[in-house]
């Protein structure tokens, strides 16, 4: 089993930043490929950024390309997003999710194990 905590949610005003921080405990956190993904009211759960196990390789939704980077620190067991010029539409529960393959992912049905979920909401 595999815990993952997200960290570092909150309210920021349009064009502001934050970072995102997810620790994982439990197994071997190497081996396993991350993302993230985040859900809006009334919205279905999307793709925002996934990470290879090594950090060699990365993906990013459309909407946050250029804006967003995904990194991880495997020595820390800890997977970060940063977020840069943010907007009224970014507002979500941000969720961390791992998978058990080395590769990236980018949907939900792929990874194994998921986080509780941080709020960010950008006030525009």
């Known amino acids: 089993q595999v815990q993952l905590v997200e960290s570092g949610g909150g309210l920021v005003q349009a064009g502001g930043s934050l970072r995102l921080s997810c620790v994982a405990s439990?197994?071997?956190?190497?081996?396993?490929?991350m993302g993230w993904f985040r859900q809006a009211p009334g919205k279905e759960r999307e793709f925002v950024a996934a990470?290879?196990?090594?950090?060699?390789?990365?993906s990013y939704a459309d909407a946050v390309k250029g804006r967003f980077t995904i990194s991880r620190d495997n020595a820390k067991n800890t997977m970060y997003l940063q977020m840069n010029s943010l907007m009224s539409d970014d507002t979500a529960v941000y969720y961390c999710?791992?998978?058990?393959?080395?590769?990236?992912?980018?949907?939900?049905?792929?990874?194994?194990?998921w986080g509780q979920g941080t709020q960010v909401t950008v006030s525009s």
């Open positions: 990470i290879r196990w090594n950090g060699g390789s990365t």
């Open positions: 999710a791992a998978r058990t393959f080395i590769r990236v992912a980018t949907t939900d049905s792929e990874y194994n194990y």
């Open positions: 439990g197994r071997t956190f190497t081996n396993y490929a």
